[in-house]
């Protein structure tokens, strides 16, 4: 058993609580107990302490891009060709350095567990390698090395795009995307094992890249193996008139029809669901993954975040392509938009925010025994340090972490009751180092 004692934790609700001590066997918490005296075994943990935080949607080899792209006057499909440029570059054993740098600084910012949306698959010309889970396999060996935990969301990709008259072919750069059909994608994620610190997910990349059938055919696999389902759904309004145009509808609607909206669904973005859309999917008890750095990064649009809450969806956080990696700026930048968008404030509470970055995201990635420090769940916590320039004066007070923490203020953070950082440092990985290394790799 470990013992952990916080100056200050966040146990739920409006409220923190101070002087909590923490008690740890086989990555669980087995003790919790609020106003208790400093243990004399007990790794004392000053400023607030929270629940892991929740990347619920990352592309790790997006993290390259970062100011890359941001010359000139440009739109999210010419920023889609930067990418792909950047997506020949990987083979398994660059990506496997790539993701485990990108998941460090992660774990530098508090992330606990990362929902890795995969689908980056095959050799560039769309040859499986001789083990069809090479990519995928380097995911896992780099959140293990980087200690986070991982939901790889293993991403079915058949089609290059959508238009009027139907489905086309992957281009080029789309090739290593494909597993070519539904079943050949379930028999390669079938192929993959869970442990304690992995679990195997499903996604659908978006309505332009999977047909219903075959989006049928992936929610059947998740509902047999109970896994979450994520999608791409209405990021662009490209997207939705394409989906008009050949479906009839949203491309909500469709991935419904084909039975893959339910409590295991989350749709990433939704920046421009209509009000059919949110009603379905809060009916559903389904979630929404909104990634506001990136979503602003790409000129995507402000989502429905308020009117998904308040109608029962559950919200989660994401910093998708990595403009940067801080889900303290995403948790407030949810609530921020919506004033820019409607010129009221107030639309989210301090405590519905934090619960997006932790709980909220845990539940996405079908780890329904995390995101909150309570008996029994997984000891996965984070501390921020409360006296930096960015939070003097603020108190010690929910609203004080989420308008003014950022990831520089993480101090430690135990994952399934290890010590991953301490003093604001990586106890295995030189970041910036390997970071700068991984990137030069990638798009030398």
Not at 111 to 122: A, M, N, P, R, T
Not at 209 to 235: G, I, L, R
């Amino acid at each position: 058993m470990s013992l952990w004692w916080c100056e200050g934790a966040w146990l739920g609700g409006d409220h923190l609580t101070p002087d909590v001590l923490l008690e740890v066997s086989d990555g669980r918490l087995v003790g919790c107990t609020p106003g208790a005296e400093p243990h004399p075994e007990a790794t004392v943990l000053n400023g607030l302490t929270l629940p892991g935080l929740a990347n619920a949607h990352s592309h790790a080899f997006h993290r390259a891009l970062r100011s890359r792209t941001q010359t000139g006057t440009s739109s999210f499909w010419i920023w889609r060709e930067q990418m792909y440029a950047v997506a020949q570059r990987l083979t398994p054993e660059n990506y496997e350095r790539l993701a485990r740098a990108t998941f460090a600084e992660m774990a530098l910012a508090g992330i606990s567990v990362v929902g890795e949306f995969h689908y980056v698959h095959h050799q560039p010309d769309g040859t499986p390698y001789l083990d069809p889970n090479a990519m995928g396999r380097s995911i896992i060996n780099a959140a293990a090395d980087a200690g986070v935990r991982l939901t790889l969301l293993n991403t079915c990709y058949l089609h290059g795009g959508l238009t009027a008259d139907g489905y086309q072919p992957v281009d080029d750069h789309q090739r290593r995307f494909s597993d070519s059909t539904a079943q050949n994608w379930a028999k390669r994620v079938s192929a993959l094992s869970e442990n304690d610190m992995v679990r195997i997910g499903a996604a659908v990349h978006s309505v332009r890249a999977v047909d219903p059938a075959a989006m049928a055919a992936v929610a059947q696999w998740a509902q047999k193996t109970d896994a979450p389902v994520h999608a791409h759904v209405s990021e662009q309004p490209a997207e939705n008139q394409a989906s008009q145009a050949f479906h009839g509808t949203s491309p909500l609607a469709v991935l419904a029809a084909a039975g893959a909206v339910n409590p295991q669904f989350t749709a990433i973005h939704g920046t421009h669901f209509d009000p059919a859309d949110q009603t379905l999917l809060s009916q559903a008890h389904a979630g929404c993954c909104f990634c506001p750095t990136t979503e602003r990064d790409l000129a995507d649009g402000i989502g429905p975040a308020k009117n998904l809450a308040s109608a029962g969806a559950t919200l989660s956080l994401g910093s998708d392509s990595h403009a940067m990696i801080d889900l303290f700026e995403e948790a407030r930048a949810i609530e921020l938009n919506e004033r820019l968008a409607t010129n009221q404030r107030g639309h989210h509470s301090a405590a519905q925010l934090l619960t997006a970055a932790t709980a909220g995201g845990y539940h996405a990635l079908g780890w329904n025994d995390g995101g909150w420090l309570a008996l029994g769940g997984r000891a996965d916590f984070v501390t921020v340090g409360l006296n930096s320039v960015r939070t003097a004066g603020g108190g010690t007070t929910l609203e004080n972490v989420v308008y003014t923490v950022t990831a520089a203020d993480v101090t430690n953070l135990v994952v399934d009751g290890q010590t991953v950082v301490a003093n604001g440092a990586h106890a295995t990985i030189d970041v910036a180092t390997e970071l700068a290394t991984a990137i030069r790799e990638v798009t030398a």
